[in-house]
């Protein structure tokens, strides 16, 4: 069997398993993956016959596929503001949604450098595969390092294999965070000048948790009690405690919690609350600043 027959078989197979997914892409990554060869080179030698042991790979990697795993796990990699991050059956899957988070982070961030700082610290909540404090390092540290300002990102996690992941990301990018392990804020010290999250929101009884993606996905780092509020509650009431002047909040959460998490932050008395828009026009993160 060559690239070709195996991709057509392939494909057919994933198309009837999942008729709302692109099949064919699906198994050209898995395809690149086993063989070691780019997209271009596959489709430019297609008559390329698989040796047995490629075969028998493949045949693995399609099964687990074929009951829903995500390719992310299958392959132990996806990509997140350009950036190659490890992930694990421990973390979420970054999502390209989370880069709205990220971006606005980002821009408040230079906002705060303008006025040239000498230190200049973020803290990350929940970091997971580090995604979110990476992909701020990534854009932040050059701009800080010309402007003599030392740049401090600090991610957290609960689960200590996670964090070890985070860091192996940090390391596979040459990029500098300090992950740690803490229940939220609670091996946290000193003040931030921003903080962002992207926390567990669903409620338990949802019924997405039975489709796609997150059937696979951490139960921990999905669901959270209270009907998914209370994490975000959570960190809304303390936040406070550790930021800096006029420092902000910024938060990840589902497509029709914006209403209430404002509600939430309008409560605990923080201003400029606002909602953005994720790129399928959902309300996604919600940000407030602390002036008291």
């Known amino acids: 069997?060559?690239?070709?027959?195996?991709?057509?078989?392939?494909?057919?197979?994933?198309?009837?398993?999942?008729?709302?997914?692109?099949?064919?892409t699906d198994a050209l990554v898995l395809l690149q993956y086993a063989t070691g060869k780019s997209r271009t080179q596959i489709l430019a030698f297609d008559e390329t016959e698989l040796d047995?042991?490629?075969r028998s790979n493949l045949v693995a990697l399609l099964a687990r596929r074929l009951k829903?795993?995500?390719?992310?796990?299958?392959?132990?990699?996806?990509?997140?503001?350009?950036?190659?991050?490890?992930?694990?059956?421990?973390?979420?899957?970054?999502?390209?949604?989370?880069?709205i988070l990220v971006e606005k982070t980002f821009n408040i961030a230079l906002?705060?450098?303008?006025?040239?700082?000498?230190?200049?610290?973020?803290?990350?909540?929940?970091?997971?595969?580090?995604?979110?404090?990476?992909?701020?390092?990534?854009?932040?540290?050059?701009?800080?390092?010309?402007?003599?300002?030392?740049l401090e990102i600090i991610g957290v996690d609960l689960m200590p294999k996670v964090v070890e992941l985070a860091q192996s990301n940090a390391e596979q990018n040459q990029l500098f965070v300090h992950f740690l392990q803490s229940r939220w804020f609670e091996n946290v010290r000193g003040k931030f000048d921003?903080?962002?999250?992207?926390?567990?929101?669903?409620?338990?009884?949802?019924?997405?948790?039975?489709?796609?993606?997150?059937?696979?996905?951490?139960?921990?780092?999905?669901?959270?009690?209270?009907e998914g509020y209370a994490d975000l509650r959570h960190i809304i009431d303390q936040a406070p405690n550790y930021l800096a002047e006029h420092g902000a909040l910024l938060l990840e959460h589902g497509w029709q919690q914006g209403e209430k998490v404002r509600s939430i932050?309008?409560?605990?008395?923080?201003?400029?609350?606002?909602?953005?828009r994720d790129y399928g026009d959902n309300e996604r993160v919600t940000l407030g600043f602390w002036n008291k």
């Not at 060559?2 to 709302?20: D, F, I, K, S």
């Not at 795993?69 to 949604?97: C, H, M, Q």
């Not at 990350?124 to 030392?150: N, R």
């Not at 962002?196 to 009690?225: K, T, W």
């Open 194 to 226: 921003l903080i962002v999250s992207n926390p567990p929101y669903i409620d338990m009884q949802d019924a997405h948790l039975c489709q796609g993606d997150v059937r696979f996905e951490p139960l921990s780092a999905l669901v959270a009690e209270e």
């Open 52 to 54: 047995e042991k490629v």
């Open 265 to 276: 932050f309008i409560e605990n008395q923080w201003e400029m609350v606002e909602t953005l």
């Open 1 to 24: 069997m060559n690239y070709q027959q195996w991709l057509v078989e392939a494909t057919a197979a994933l198309n009837q398993a999942n008729p709302h997914e692109n099949g064919k």
């Open 111 to 150: 906002e705060k450098l303008d006025k040239n700082p000498p230190h200049f610290r973020i803290l990350d909540l929940g970091t997971g595969t580090g995604a979110i404090a990476l992909a701020l390092s990534s854009e932040l540290a050059p701009i800080c390092k010309k402007q003599h300002i030392k």
């Open 68 to 99: 829903g795993e995500p390719i992310a796990y299958i392959l132990g990699k996806k990509e997140f503001w350009s950036l190659s991050l490890n992930v694990s059956a421990d973390t979420l899957i970054p999502r390209p949604d989370t880069e």
